[in-house]
């Protein structure tokens, strides 16, 4: 397959003055009428000078006719698109028309216009436009767009604002140029849940959550999300909407989570529908999430786009930090933080430490499906963190209003990026750059030494070499720093060092005592920290830290110290450790989800990782064995608290989602999965039998599943969910995530034999077999069962839906941890899924990065 290369960018031949499309929708046969006005790009000479074909992009598209300026034009396409000579072409402006024919229910990629429960849906992102019609697909060709459709379908939408609707037809025009990819169509038989909003200017918009018939009590909280994402725009962004109607579409098939099309966002069903019985606490945290992430998208994707999609990260790592920032706003940034850290933990640094590592801003790719990833978006989040921990809040709001002001309407790079920040404060930020280029996780090793009254900390930073990059040279690393008395006060608050040497020390003078110190507070930088640090110190900053995501990584290092000593020595759990998280619990003047975030061991993934990192060769079923012998551990050393934390955390009256409620279900929870260890699921089956929401149904259920019980429940919540396809795809989730180690292939492979296992339905799919590599144990099982069977899935949904295949193959990412039994195993998986004839792009990229 081809790979393309950032280095070669060019210019597209063509600009694109305005587009004109007709949709007359069929299943089978759907006709598109395009009318596209295009013009030779003043960048280009060869193109001015009449001497450059036009190359349009168009895949699986039947051509009926196609003329210019009004004359039938021959042209045979080929498999990605057609060519339009240099010698067809007229010298100036011209106006190229196209009918074409496509089979939107034949499409079960789900890319380019597809059908999805009789409804018809688009997903153009990243190159789906290609499978509508032919166009320059690619994201710096921005044309302003008029849509009209032709459907007996009773609800029909495109982008922009509504023009004219008559029997069986609307039109709809954008005016706001824009790439292909953001182009969206939607046409069903669908319910909306309406509301307005008035934008700081007084503009009144229409906002409409549109869901299948049935539905429409579920919608609220995303509708009350948005607003407040809008809001919040405003207030914190100065940014306000730009059209008259915003409308967001729920579907049950979609490969990712959401899609932020100009004015018509097209969302994955299980993040827009909730209610307190059908959807948990974190269902609701996430579809407030991702709302405000799609909404904030009209600004730092939509008005201003990526110039190609190597610069991916400009869009969404700005949208992941923008509404990291939201939801910390709306619930605790404390907790938010951790919460993101966990995650980036989880995924990213286990990307960055293998052999998909790749920059936040990659250089090449051949499908760049492949490169949604934890890297750009979580990473990308990260490093604009970072910059404005650099910079100061001032100066990032500053140079963000000057990015708006200065790229409004054009498609970007990261290079005009750093350069809005380079005006506004001065600063060279080519070191800062590295960030963006290079891959890896940076290794901060810190040494200290006290004498005299003054407190140096030594650090040295290094960066293992990742696929196609041996070097690493230094980066800029803010390092947050603050200092604690052997008392427990603060003697320095907090500080943002700067680091940019390989080694560099910091001092700090005028001290009575040698300080404990409180490196990378906040989690300054996403760097690994190595520090000698004693299971003492680790306990005084639980104590003491006044830094809330140090003192929860104090007691996370601890948990991981003991844990690392049960597995590789067999030593027993550590009291102190167990002492530790007990006065935390104890202290009711802290957030109850802060507690229960601190309650929470690290997962086995992480331990692995660990080990790995440590030189160690993982075992996985060593791993669950000390975990769940630390959880027993603990349930013993809180028995005397946990039945009254159960009883003071349950939240009276109905159901809200509101972070001070969820919080304490979230402590709640916690306590109950190790008092099951306790009473032998008697609490939690009371719990199962009462619950009025979904969150405690479920974590009841869980802890069960847990402790090998809740074999009835599991039959009574089918019997009476079994018409609900979210609440279902939970169901499918938490029997294989809970399954013994020995027996977890055998209960997917189970479940996949249910007549409710339709796995053509991502969500269904990813329900069983995303669950999977999601119990460690039970995945790395030392007879290969889980290896095997997530290979033949895989291989069976490739042909179907490659973008969804390729991504679940990535579990197999991290086979050079462990031992050589197992890497054979994973790799034979690998190598099965790579031979097999006619595989996709997709999963041919990344076979060929993970075995190297
Ligand atoms: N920007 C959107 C990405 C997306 C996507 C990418 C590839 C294939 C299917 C897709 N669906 C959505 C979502 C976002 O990050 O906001
Ligand atoms: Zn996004």
């Known amino acids: 397959a081809q790979t393309i290369h950032l280095a070669e960018y060019q210019p597209p031949s063509h600009l694109i003055e305005d587009v004109s499309l007709t949709f007359r929708l069929d299943p089978k046969a759907t006709r598109v009428l395009s009318e596209i006005r295009f013009v030779p790009n003043p960048a280009r000479e060869d193109a001015l000078a009449g001497k450059a074909d036009l190359r349009l992009d168009g895949v699986q598209l039947k051509l009926i006719s196609a003329a210019i300026d009004g004359n039938p034009v021959d042209v045979t396409p080929d498999a990605t698109g057609l060519t339009l000579p240099a010698a067809l072409l007229p010298a100036g402006p011209f106006t190229w028309e196209a009918e074409v024919e496509i089979a939107p229910a034949e499409n079960t990629a789900l890319e380019g216009l597809y059908m999805s429960n009789g409804m018809y849906c688009t997903q153009c992102e990243a190159e789906g436009f290609r499978k509508i019609t032919y166009y320059l697909d690619r994201p710096d060709v921005m044309a302003p767009f008029r849509v009209r459709i032709e459907s007996d379908l009773p609800v029909l939408l495109s982008n922009g604002n509504p023009v004219a609707a008559g029997p069986e037809l609307a039109e709809w025009e954008d005016p706001w140029p824009k790439p292909a990819y953001l182009f969206a169509l939607v046409a069903g038989d669908l319910v909306a849940h309406i509301d307005r909003f008035v934008t700081r200017s007084g503009e009144t918009v229409d906002l409409n959550v549109w869901v299948r018939p049935g539905d429409e009590g579920k919608c609220a909280y995303a509708?009350?999300?948005?607003?407040?994402?809008?809001?919040?725009?405003?207030?914190?962004?100065?940014?306000?909407?730009?059209l008259d109607i915003f409308n967001i579409v729920a579907?049950?098939?979609?490969?990712?989570?959401?899609?932020?099309?100009k004015g018509l966002n097209i969302f994955n069903s299980k993040y827009v529908l909730a209610s307190p019985e059908t959807a948990t606490d974190d269902d609701f945290a996430r579809i407030e999430a991702i709302i405000a992430h799609e909404y904030f998208h009209n600004w730092t994707g939509n008005r201003i786009t990526c110039r190609d999609w190597f610069q991916l990260c400009l869009k969404e790592g700005l949208t992941v930090f923008r509404d990291q920032s939201f939801s910390g706003d709306m619930r605790s940034h404390a907790v938010k933080r951790i919460e993101d850290v966990l995650d980036l933990r989880a995924r990213q640094f286990r990307e960055d430490a293998g052999p998909l590592a790749h920059p936040v801003r990659p250089d090449h790719y051949q499908e760049i499906n492949n490169f949604y990833t934890a890297t750009v978006y979580d990473k990308g989040a990260e490093v604009i963190a970072m910059l404005k921990r650099?910079?100061?809040?001032?100066?990032?709001?500053?140079?963000?209003?000057?990015?708006?002001?200065?790229?409004?309407?054009?498609?970007?790079?990261?290079?005009?990026w750093l350069k809005v920040f380079e005006d506004t404060t001065g600063r060279d930020l080519s070191q800062f750059k590295r960030w963006y280029t290079d891959a890896g996780t940076p290794h901060l090793k810190v040494t200290d030494d006290f004498k005299d009254g003054s407190y140096t900390l030594h650090f040295e930073q290094e960066t293992a070499p990742t696929p196609g990059q041996a070097e690493k040279p230094p980066r800029v690393i803010p390092i947050a720093v603050g200092l604690l008395n052997p008392n427990g006060d603060e003697v320095v608050p907090t500080q943002m060092l700067e680091m940019t040497e390989a080694k560099q020390s910091f001092s700090f003078d005028g001290l009575a005592a040698r300080p404990v110190p409180s490196i990378l507070r906040g989690f300054s930088a996403p760097v690994i920290l190595e520090r000698e640090t004693s299971a003492e110190e680790r306990a005084f900053l639980l104590a003491h830290d006044t830094d809330p995501f140090n003192r929860w990584e104090a007691g996370r290092g601890l948990a991981k110290q003991v844990l690392l000593r049960m597995v590789t020595e067999g030593a027993a759990p550590a009291p102190g450790y167990l002492s530790g998280i007990e006065a935390l619990l104890r202290d009711n003047g802290l957030d109850p989800a802060f507690r229960a975030l601190a309650l929470r061991l690290p997962s086995e993934d992480d331990?692995?990782?660990?080990?790995?990192?440590?030189g160690i060769t993982p075992d996985p079923s060593r791993i669950h064995a000390a975990r769940q012998d630390l959880q027993r551990a603990l349930a013993?050393?809180?028995?005397?608290?946990?039945?009254?934390?159960?009883?003071?955390?349950?939240?009276?009256?109905?159901?809200?989602?509101?972070?001070?409620?969820?919080?304490?279900?979230?402590?709640?929870?916690?306590?109950?999965?190790?008092?099951?260890?306790?009473d032998d699921g008697a609490t939690a089956q009371g719990q199962f039998a009462k619950a009025d929401n979904m969150t405690e149904q479920l974590g009841a259920l869980a802890a069960l599943l847990d402790i090998g019980k809740g074999t009835d429940e599991?039959?009574?919540?089918?019997?009476?969910?079994?018409?609900?396809?979210?609440?279902?795809?939970?169901?499918?989730?938490?029997?294989?995530?809970?399954?013994?180690?020995?027996?977890?292939?055998?209960?997917?492979?189970?479940?996949?034999?249910?007549?409710?296992f339709d796995w053509k339905n991502p969500n269904r799919?990813?329900?069983?077999?995303?669950?999977?590599?999601?119990?460690?144990?039970?995945?790395?099982?030392?007879?290969?069962?889980?290896?095997?069977?997530?290979?033949?899935?895989?291989?069976?949904?490739?042909?179907?839906?490659?973008?969804?295949?390729?991504?679940?193959?990535?579990?197999?990412?991290t086979w050079a941890r462990y031992d050589g039994d197992r890497q054979d195993l994973i790799c034979g998986a690998l190598e099965r899924i790579r031979q097999t004839p006619g595989l996709s792009r997709d999963l041919n990229e990344m076979t060929a990065r993970m075995l190297g």
């Not at 013993?636 to 304490?664: C, F, H, I, N, R």
């Not at 939970?730 to 997917?748: G, I």
């Open 714 to 756: 599991v039959t009574a919540f089918e019997t009476r969910w079994r018409a609900d396809r979210l609440v279902m795809d939970k169901w499918f989730s938490l029997q294989v995530l809970y399954a013994a180690p020995e027996a977890c292939a055998a209960t997917a492979a189970r479940l996949t034999e249910h007549p409710d």
């Open 390 to 416: 650099l910079v100061g809040d001032d100066a990032y709001r500053k140079a963000l209003d000057l990015y708006f002001e200065r790229h409004d309407g054009e498609a970007a790079t990261i290079e005009d």
């Open 636 to 678: 013993s050393q809180l028995s005397a608290l946990l039945p009254a934390l159960y009883t003071e955390m349950a939240v009276p009256g109905a159901y809200t989602p509101d972070a001070a409620a969820a919080g304490k279900r979230a402590l709640r929870g916690a306590a109950l999965a190790l008092l099951t260890r306790l």
């Open 223 to 242: 509708m009350d999300s948005l607003k407040r994402a809008m809001k919040w725009d405003e207030e914190v962004y100065g940014r306000e909407y730009d």
């Open 765 to 813: 799919f990813r329900s069983v077999l995303g669950a999977l590599p999601a119990n460690a144990a039970g995945f790395h099982d030392p007879s290969g069962a889980s290896y095997r069977l997530l290979a033949d899935w895989i291989i069976r949904l490739d042909p179907l839906n490659p973008q969804t295949a390729a991504r679940m193959s990535s579990a197999f990412e």
């Open 607 to 614: 331990m692995a990782q660990t080990l790995h990192a440590a």
């Open 251 to 261: 579907v049950d098939d979609f490969n990712m989570g959401a899609m932020e099309n």
